[in-house]
């Protein structure tokens, strides 16, 4: 399949629930106009180039309002994004959801080069990261970034960035399945105290409850490289 063949929702954050070849996905379009979310101190001006969201690290923020009880249980998860990184915008999250004093899942960048992926329960947890071999913080570019986590592999993280895969992973896993969590998702910050916030644009953004191939990885961005100039 192709993200082309998906309705354009342009002008819509709306979460699309959507099956495809059997995968439901969760699609958060564009970030501009007409949203279903809500946008939570908007300082910097919201909309980014190449009708992104502009997060500021300060205290911008969205909450989808959306709990994710279709992926408890789960053992494989992908997220798909474009993002591009200001000079100060390093350790923060591009999504997250937060259940009780721990984390579900969360996925993060660090000091522009190193794509954290956090799943965690009350006792046990998932810590993976791969680090690329050059920081995309403040080179004024748009990347794609793509993680998928099979927590029943044997190398259950992988990360992409621009359609190539890292070759630095590391890692340590206490889990087999994704934690419940009733909690929502949160986009550009870890949880709704701004803590962790990421600063820079961010573009589309889709979660998968399965594993892409790179095949599939590759759909995506070449159906989306032309509008961030790549």
């Given at each position: 399949w192709l993200i082309e063949n998906v309705p354009d929702y342009k002008n819509s954050i709306n979460i699309v629930k959507i099956n495809i070849e059997g995968a439901e996905w969760l699609f958060f379009n564009d970030l501009i106009d007409n949203n279903s979310c809500e946008?939570?101190?908007?300082?910097?001006?919201?909309?980014?180039?190449?009708?992104?969201?502009?997060?500021?690290?300060?205290?911008?923020?969205?909450?989808?309002?959306?709990?994710?009880?279709?992926?408890?249980?789960?053992?494989?998860?992908?997220?798909?994004f474009w993002v591009?990184?200001?000079?100060?915008?390093?350790?923060?999250?591009?999504?997250?959801?937060?259940?009780?004093?721990?984390?579900?899942?969360?996925?993060?960048?660090?000091?522009?080069?190193?794509?954290?992926?956090?799943?965690?329960?009350?006792?046990?947890?998932?810590?993976?990261?791969?680090?690329?071999?050059?920081?995309?913080?403040?080179?004024?570019?748009?990347?794609?970034?793509?993680?998928?986590l099979d927590l029943n592999q044997s190398s259950e993280f992988q990360a992409y960035l621009d359609t190539e895969p890292v070759t630095n992973m590391n890692g340590f896993y206490q889990l087999t399945s994704l934690p419940s969590s009733t909690s929502p998702l949160y986009i550009g910050t870890r949880d709704n105290t701004n803590t962790f916030n990421f600063g820079g644009e961010i573009g589309p953004l889709q979660l998968y409850n399965r594993v892409l191939s790179t095949q599939e990885i590759k759909q995506n961005y070449n159906a989306l490289k032309g509008r961030f100039g790549l």
């Open positions: 946008i939570y101190n908007d300082t910097s001006g919201s909309y980014g180039s190449n009708q992104s969201f502009a997060f500021d690290k300060v205290d911008d923020h969205i909450n989808t309002n959306t709990n994710y009880t279709k992926f408890d249980g789960t053992s494989e998860i992908t997220l798909n591009k990184v200001i000079n100060n915008g390093l350790n923060g999250y591009i999504c997250s959801v937060l259940g009780g004093n721990f984390f579900s899942f969360g996925f993060s960048l660090n000091n522009g080069n190193v794509f954290y992926c956090r799943i965690d329960n009350a006792s046990n947890r998932a810590r993976s990261w791969g680090i690329f071999d050059n920081t995309i913080k403040g080179d004024g570019l748009w990347h794609n970034i793509t993680g998928t």
